[in-house]
C-alpha cells in the first residue's frame, strides 16, 4: 500500500515562508512525476508546480519566483519551499506523485495541509 504523508503547514504572516514535505512509503517500484497543488474555499483544485523524475520543474504563474519545488529521490520526497507569501496563497496543499507500484502505474495523493496566509 502506497501512502504519502505531508507536512509543514500552518499559519503565516503575508511576507513570510513555508516549507511543505511530503513523503511517500510502501513498496514502491519507481515515482515519475511529483507535484503540489491547491484548493482555495469556492475554488477549483489548481497546480501549483510540478517536477518530473529529471528534475524538470514547472509552476503556475501566480508563484513563479516565489515558491520553489524540489524532491529527494532517495526518500521518495517532494518539497515546495513557499517565500513571500500572500493572503492569496491561503489554500489546502496537495502533494501527488506518480507511483509505479504492484505493477500499475497511477497518481496517489497526500491528505492535504492547511496553509494560512493572514494579512
Known amino acids: 500500500q502506497v501512502q504519502l504523508v505531508e507536512s509543514g503547514g500552518g499559519l503565516v504572516q503575508s511576507g513570510g515562508s513555508l516549507r511543505l514535505s511530503c513523503a511517500a512509503s510502501g513498496s514502491i517500484f519507481s515515482i515519475n512525476a511529483m507535484g503540489w497543488y491547491r484548493q482555495a474555499p469556492g475554488k477549483q483544485r489548481e497546480l501549483v508546480a510540478s517536477i518530473t523524475s529529471g528534475g524538470g520543474t514547472n509552476y503556475v504563474d501566480s508563484v513563479k519566483g516565489r515558491f520553489t519545488i524540489s524532491r529527494d529521490n532517495a526518500q521518495n520526497t517532494v518539497y515546495l519551499q513557499m517565500n513571500s507569501l500572500k493572503p492569496e496563497d491561503t489554500a489546502v496543499y496537495y502533494c501527488?506523485?506518480?507511483?509505479?507500484?504492484?505493477?500499475?502505474?497511477?497518481?496517489?495523493w497526500g491528505q492535504g495541509t492547511q496553509v494560512t496566509v493572514s494579512s
Open positions: 501527488a506523485a506518480e507511483i509505479y507500484y504492484s505493477g500499475s502505474l497511477r497518481v496517489y
